[in-house]
DNA sequence: GGTTATATATCGGAT
DNA sequence: ATCCGATGTATAACC
């Protein structure tokens, strides 16, 4: 873990620490007065201001304002970053095709430039995906409705791959569509593309039931599903479990912490800080 | 335009310097190696690594490694940064309520830690959207087809929004859906839906029609809209023409600044190859 | 605040 | 390479 930092460099200097760094493999960010010209599968422009530039080895440029979770303008991983000293100004361009575009950083002013040499193997772990409520089912499929027996994850069908196939106590085939969270229209839609696609697999004399699970369902969605026959089972990801009510105590116990204060303000806490824990 | 950096700051030192940094609305970065735990919509836990934390003035953090376009770890606008030094080590914590959720980042080491005053006043021009395939239909609805007459936009109907509402050369009803790029079933679900709403609302011996407009439509896309009796027109949405075929070259060229270093290749155009229409 | 749909979505898996 | 769906999607518009 090196960094590398430029302050009010010339712009041939910062080119200079850029190449290096490309060459390095490095993660950069330059802070400057810039730019920025995107054309590509779409096209746009951005007038002069501050901006955090994020390079990264694999390809990727942010471009990030002082607001919003999503840069103003980035290019994906896959691209190529070239840097160039045009008119006495850094230009940072990051290209690739297929599809064809082009990512254009004209620098006025650069404050900062850091080059950091990155060194991270750790995997991101994650709980509560679709992937774990499918688990949950799987180890136990009661918790869907009695009766119920898996047959086929990923099934293809003409209309795509069916999260759970499965059959009812009867023996009925049973679609199941999972969402980690609340679903609302299009995932009844998808649910039912995936029925009509067995009833037509099937021929209409065979019965196929679709269930789509999530933890809950907006109305309208509801109303879909009670149209088009389709039902609802409600389970939570990370439990395998009907979610919780909220409007009464009906806690499951989380030993919480109480809550300092009323949320208001900054609330840095000092230095020998002992917050609470989690 | 200001940029004040610690190097290899002390733990406590980070925390004095990113208080003051939050007080004055500075947008931060820190390099070090760090840990990330997550706890809200779903839960997730980052062994140790090197990465790059950004705390933006809005509330928004995000945490990037050295891959990837997104952050392994975020949190978006709205959120409360808070830092405190526990066990002599810095950890910046960001805590929202509904939904609530909280991201801790401990470190080990600080690398690098700067503040960045930002100003930026321009704003993002963008060119190429659904917003804009809209105007080119309404300004000359003879694109979508000989006749047609938009009626409404943002048509309100049981089943949601519709793009465009209007009459073809008989009279008949016309359901547009717009998509900026090439589409997939779920938008001719979507049109579906709109046009099984509107069959609702004027009863069934009024015709609806159901007209998807996109650059290009996938083979599984076409077929159901075939089943369904929907149509397709292929536009391109920054031109509001149909979309050129990509055999041969047909550079739109945009005299740009000549390209300066190696790596030559460009305009090998593609982009989404583009089947039939419907 | 909830609902709905868009996005230069990104990303991953399957074909 | 395209297709297809999941995502802690984020974001905006509308109610």
């Known amino acids: 873990m090196t960094v590398n930092t430029l302050h009010r460099p010339t712009h041939r200097d910062a080119l200079v620490h850029l190449e290096a760094a490309f060459e390095r493999g490095d993660m950069v960010t330059i802070f400057g007065r810039c730019t920025v010209d995107y054309d590509g599968r779409a096209t746009s422009e951005l007038g002069p201001g501050d901006r955090l530039v994020v390079l990264k080895p694999d390809g990727s440029i942010l471009v990030h304002t002082d607001e919003k979770r999503t840069p103003v303008n980035w290019q994906p991983p896959g691209c190529t970053h070239s840097a160039s000293v045009r008119d006495g100004r850094l230009l940072v361009r990051s290209t690739r095709t297929s599809p064809d575009e082009r990512l254009d950083v004209q620098f006025e002013r650069v404050e900062q430039c850091s080059a950091y040499a990155v060194d991270d193997r750790s995997d991101l772990e994650l709980v509560g995906s679709e992937e774990d409520l499918r688990q949950h089912i799987l180890s136990d499929p009661d918790v869907l409705e009695a009766g119920f027996e898996p047959l086929e994850t990923e099934r293809q069908s003409d209309a795509g791959a069916i999260d759970i196939f499965g059959e009812d106590a009867d023996g009925v085939a049973v679609v199941v569509e999972l969402k980690r969270r609340r679903v609302g229209p299009s995932a009844a839609?998808?649910?039912r593309r995936y029925?009509?696609?067995?009833?037509?697999?099937?021929?209409?004399?065979?019965?196929?039931?679709?269930?789509?699970v999530a933890p809950s369902v907006t109305e309208r969605a509801?109303?879909?599903?009670?149209?088009?026959?389709?039902?609802?089972?409600?389970?939570?990801?990370?439990t395998g479990e009907p979610p919780v009510e909220e409007d009464d105590g009906e806690s499951r116990d989380e030993g919480e912490t109480a809550d300092d204060d009323g949320d208001g303000n900054r609330d840095?806490?000092?230095g020998d800080g002992n917050r609470d824990d989690a």
Chains 1, 2 share one sequence.
Do not use: I
């Open 189 to 191: 839609s998808q649910l």
């Open 268 to 270: 840095t806490d000092d």
């Open 195 to 212: 029925v009509d696609a067995l009833h037509r697999e099937f021929g209409d004399d065979e019965p196929v039931r679709g269930v789509l």
């Open 222 to 238: 509801a109303d879909m599903l009670d149209r088009e026959g389709l039902e609802f089972v409600a389970l939570d990801p990370e």
